[in-house]
Structures are given as C-alpha cells and as structure tokens.
C-alpha cells in the first residue's frame, strides 16, 4: 500500500468506473473523469451509468468517506495524482484496427497539463507497441523537460463480476521500464494480495491480446466440435465434460452456442489480426477462429429457418441482448448480429431482456420490439430463441409458454433446457452441439393453441 498516494482514472465506463471505484475502496484517494458530462453529473447525483452488480454500493460508500471523486477536467485528474490510469475506449475501426485516438487524446492532454512527474498506465486493451506511441507523445507535447513514466496495466475483469475479479484477480499484469514504475504499480496493488506478474511493457500488451484470444480460440474450437456431434448425434456438452477434466485442458470456455461476443473478444481478435498484419505475420489461426464464430451467428437462422422455412411476417421472440447475463452491455453481442439476419429475412422481432433494452434501442430504434416481461414477449410468437442464459430464464413455465406462443418451437442458443424434456411437452426444441429430435413439428397443423 502506498500512504498518502492519489490515483486519477481517465474514461468512466465499466473498467474505468470499476477501476476507480474498487481502488478507492482499498483506501486510495480516487478522483475519476470523464469528458461525457452527463455521466460525470449522473456519477455525482449517485446514478450509474451502467448495470454492474455491486457496483452502486461500493461507489456511494467510498464517495461518503470522501475517497472517490468525480469530474470532467482532465487538467484537475493530472494535477490530483501521480499514477494516472487511461482507461478510455478502443473501439474497433472498419478494418479491425483498433482505434487509438482516444489514448492519444488523453496522453497529448496529460501532456500539456503535467508540471512534475506522473506515471501513465495503459488500462485500456491496446495493441504491442501502443505505450512506445504514447511516450512519443507525451515527448511532443510536454511543455517542459518533466520525467514520466508509461506502463501497461492490463484489465482482465468480466462485466457481470467485475468488482470481484478486480478485487480477485487470478493475476495483475504490470509492464513497466523503469524501477520507479515498477516500485509505484506493485506498491499500488499490494493490498490486493494477488500475483503481480511484471514485464516489459510490449510484452504486457501482448499478454491480454494473447489471453482473449486464446479465450475466443477455445469458444471456436468446440462450435467446431460441436457441428461433429450434432451429425454423430453425440453431445458436445459431455465432450466437452471430458476434455475440461484434463488440467491441461480445463472446463472454462468450453460451451458450444451462438459463439463468443461482447465488447472486448471479437474487437480483440480482429485487432491482434490486424497488429499482427502489421507487423508482417499472418495469424491465420486467428481468422479461423473468426470465421467460426461468425458461422454460428448464421446457424442461428439456418436453425430457426430448417423448421419455420420462410421468415417473412413470422414472430421471433428473442429472450435476452446483453452479451452475457449480469450485464446490461450489448457492445458486439451474438443477438445484434443474429436480429440483423432476422430483419433482412422480414421478420417481426420481440425482445425482452432484464437490464439491456434501453441499450439494445440505441442500435435498433424501431425497427424490433421491446417487450417488459418475458411471457409477453413469446405471445403469439412462432419461436422464441434464448440469447443470453440469465437466471430468470432457467425458471420457466412450459405450458404457459405452450399456451400463448403460436407455435411451440424454441432455438437455444445456451443449451439451457436440454435436460427438461420439452419435446414432450410438444416443442420443437433445438439445442446446439446435440442430436436433435425433429426440427418439424409432428402433426400437420400442430399449432399450440389447435
Ligand atoms: N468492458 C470490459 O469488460 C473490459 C474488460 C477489460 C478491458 N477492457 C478495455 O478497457 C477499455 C475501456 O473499456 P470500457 O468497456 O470501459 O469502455 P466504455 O466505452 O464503457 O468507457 C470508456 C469511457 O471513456 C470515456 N472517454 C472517451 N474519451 C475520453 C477522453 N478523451 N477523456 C476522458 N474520458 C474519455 C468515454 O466517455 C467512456 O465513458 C477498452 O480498451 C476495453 O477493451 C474492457
């Protein structure tokens, strides 16, 4: 623990806000900004901006013992502290690329603010080689000849269970050059009580495009499986039982579905594809595991489509948008590629999820339907497909279900019903990665209201 040491994190959003938050609740004095002023007001007001569990109570308890501050001026977070983290977005251009400018913005304005030393730690996914540019421009616009330092602080946490994998990390990764950065960082993280593992800052850039991508690798790698077992008529969850039992292999990230999304993999993958382009390799494993991926979005349909034939006028209810559950974050989720394919077919879309509408309206307007309640979401639909596996959808009645759907027909896309028998109960129910009973319906006209 460092005494009497302030810490500024630069970009709100859900690590920027997480990192701030769960630092000043180790004791730090934390002031956090933002150029977007309506979120810096929401933030001093006591809203979040975002869903993230825990997160509400553990930024009004630090701001009540006055440890964690808001604002919008970058000039007051340079002049607060030492160790200033970046943790704006890097969104990905057209061509994958990630794009820097909004690094490059903040590190020009910490420049032109610094009057004595700071540390600039990247916390935002950057490519190799991202801190060398952000030295070089730092050396640009410093107005004086002032020391600083850059280092590369990789964030690992997942939305959902953030504030616990910030404060539980399997491991903090610190690239730095210089024995002050180093002595600052590990000092800063030593009430975690984690494994610090410390490099050079390249390789610390390295470590979490080369960790999301072996995440996303291992998601491509058993959708591939799984195409295998649903033409053997194996099932792709038991594989996937016995090879994670093999600690060489291990069980996480092995569930076969509607593939990887959210705001950090795909942009990842596509970006270390491009960095490694660049750079005069061809990952073309990488754009394999790319590939699949965007195969399963279209076996989506083609599941949907092997049963209802013609889109056109049909009622899709879709049960869950976020990426995951506990988020209400639908940055690169499955469900926004998926809804695309269903619009450009003609049908009419109802989606119901617990937290992230509002989010999911922002990029459809009206062109689907937003529905408050789950039940009211399938009424009259011709298939409801599960998206995301949050805990509410584990608890459904079937016959209800039965009773106010058009047709009794489910696609899921989180194998979450498998177990309950629902063909009997007259569903057309298709898994992902299983054999599957009948993708039509038994009797002609075996409309669940007839
Ligand atoms: N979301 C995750 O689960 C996660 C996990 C690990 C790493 N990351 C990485 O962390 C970074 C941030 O991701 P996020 O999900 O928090 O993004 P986000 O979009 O939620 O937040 C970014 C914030 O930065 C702010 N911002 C942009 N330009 C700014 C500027 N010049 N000055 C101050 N603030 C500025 C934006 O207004 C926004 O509030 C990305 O590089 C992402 O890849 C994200």
């Given at each position: 623990?460092?005494?009497?040491i302030n810490v500024s994190v630069i970009g709100c959003g859900y690590v920027g806000l997480v990192t701030g938050a769960c630092l000043a609740d180790v004791g730090y004095n934390v002031l956090c900004m933002d150029v977007d002023e309506s979120k810096i007001k929401m933030l001093d007001e006591g809203e979040i901006p975002i869903y993230e569990p825990g997160l509400e109570d553990i930024v009004k308890k630090n701001k009540e013992k006055g440890r964690l501050r808001f604002s919008s001026s970058l000039?007051e977070a340079?002049?607060h502290s030492?160790i200033i983290f970046i943790a704006v977005g890097?969104?990905?251009?057209?061509?994958?690329?990630?794009?820097?400018?909004?690094?490059?913005?903040?590190?020009?304005?910490?420049?032109?603010?610094?009057?004595?030393?700071?540390?600039?730690v990247?916390k935002s996914?950057?490519?190799?080689?991202?801190?060398?540019?952000?030295?070089?421009?730092?050396?640009?616009?410093?107005?004086?000849?002032?020391?600083?330092?850059?280092?590369?602080?990789?964030e690992f946490l997942r939305e959902g269970s953030a504030i616990n994998d910030f404060l539980h990390p399997?491991?903090?990764?610190?690239?730095?050059?210089?024995?002050?950065?180093?002595?600052?960082?590990?000092?800063l993280y030593?009430p975690l009580?984690?494994?610090?593992?410390?490099?050079?800052?390249?390789?610390?850039?390295?470590?979490?495009?080369?960790?999301?991508?072996?995440?996303?690798?291992?998601?491509?790698?058993?959708?591939?499986?799984?195409?295998?077992?649903?033409?053997?008529?194996?099932?792709?969850?038991?594989?996937?039982?016995?090879?994670?039992?093999?600690?060489?292999?291990?069980?996480?990230?092995?569930?076969?579905?509607?593939?990887?999304?959210?705001s950090?993999?795909?942009?990842?993958?596509?970006?270390?594809?491009?960095?490694?382009?660049?750079?005069?390799?061809?990952?073309?494993?990488?754009?394999?595991?790319?590939?699949?991926?965007?195969?399963?979005?279209?076996?989506?349909?083609?599941?949907?489509?092997?049963?209802?034939?013609?889109?056109?006028?049909?009622?899709?209810?879709?049960?869950?948008?976020s990426?995951?559950?506990d988020t209400d974050d639908?940055?690169?989720?499955?469900?926004?590629?998926?809804?695309?394919?269903?619009?450009?077919?003609?049908?009419?879309?109802?989606?119901?999820?617990p937290q992230a509408?509002s989010k999911?309206?922002?990029?459809?307007?009206?062109?689907?339907?937003?529905?408050?309640?789950?039940?009211?979401?399938?009424?009259?639909?011709?298939?409801?497909?599960?998206?995301?596996?949050?805990?509410?959808?584990?608890?459904?009645?079937?016959?209800?279900?039965?009773?106010?759907?058009?047709?009794?027909?489910?696609?899921?896309?989180?194998?979450?019903?498998?177990?309950?028998?629902?063909?009997?109960?007259?569903?057309?129910?298709?898994?992902?990665?299983?054999?599957?009973?009948?993708?039509?319906?038994?009797?002609?006209?075996?409309?669940?209201?007839?």
């Amino acid at each position: 623990m460092i005494d009497n040491i302030n810490v500024s994190v630069i970009g709100c959003g859900y690590v920027g806000l997480v990192t701030g938050a769960c630092l000043a609740d180790v004791g730090y004095n934390v002031l956090c900004m933002d150029v977007d002023e309506s979120k810096i007001k929401m933030l001093d007001e006591g809203e979040i901006p975002i869903y993230e569990p825990g997160l509400e109570d553990i930024v009004k308890k630090n701001k009540e013992k006055g440890r964690l501050r808001f604002s919008s001026s970058l000039e007051e977070a340079v002049l607060h502290s030492v160790i200033i983290f970046i943790a704006v977005g890097t969104p990905p251009k057209e061509n994958g690329e990630a794009d820097l400018s909004y690094v490059e913005n903040v590190a020009r304005q910490i420049a032109l603010s610094m009057k004595d030393y700071r540390l600039i730690v990247e916390k935002s996914t950057v490519p190799v080689e991202t801190g060398e540019k952000v030295a070089q421009t730092m050396n640009l616009y410093i107005k004086k000849d002032i020391d600083f330092d850059v280092a590369s602080n990789p964030e690992f946490l997942r939305e959902g269970s953030a504030i616990n994998d910030f404060l539980h990390p399997d491991r903090i990764v610190v690239g730095v050059d210089s024995d002050k950065a180093k002595d600052l960082l590990t000092r800063l993280y030593e009430p975690l009580n984690a494994e610090i593992i410390v490099t050079d800052i390249k390789s610390a850039e390295l470590i979490k495009h080369a960790s999301n991508s072996f995440l996303a690798a291992k998601i491509s790698f058993i959708n591939a499986v799984s195409h295998i077992c649903e033409k053997v008529g194996a099932d792709v969850e038991k594989v996937a039982e016995g090879m994670g039992w093999d600690k060489r292999i291990g069980k996480d990230f092995l569930r076969a579905g509607i593939g990887y999304g959210g705001s950090c993999f795909p942009k990842d993958v596509d970006a270390f594809i491009h960095i490694s382009e660049v750079l005069g390799y061809d990952f073309t494993l990488l754009k394999e595991v790319r590939k699949i991926n965007a195969e399963q979005r279209r076996y989506v349909l083609e599941k949907i489509k092997n049963t209802l034939w013609i889109l056109k006028g049909k009622k899709i209810a879709i049960w869950g948008a976020s990426f995951k559950p506990d988020t209400d974050d639908v940055r690169g989720a499955p469900v926004v590629e998926i809804i695309e394919l269903l619009i450009k077919e003609g049908a009419n879309i109802s989606v119901y999820d617990p937290q992230a509408l509002s989010k999911l309206e922002l990029v459809f307007g009206d062109k689907i339907n937003y529905v408050l309640d789950k039940y009211q979401a399938v009424e009259d639909a011709d298939c409801v497909f599960l998206a995301t596996e949050w805990d509410e959808f584990k608890d459904v009645d079937f016959v209800k279900l039965k009773k106010i759907m058009h047709l009794a027909f489910i696609v899921d896309g989180r194998n979450l019903y498998h177990s309950m028998g629902l063909e009997k109960l007259g569903f057309v129910y298709i898994p992902f990665g299983k054999s599957i009973k009948s993708h039509v319906f038994k009797k002609r006209g075996n409309d669940s209201r007839s």
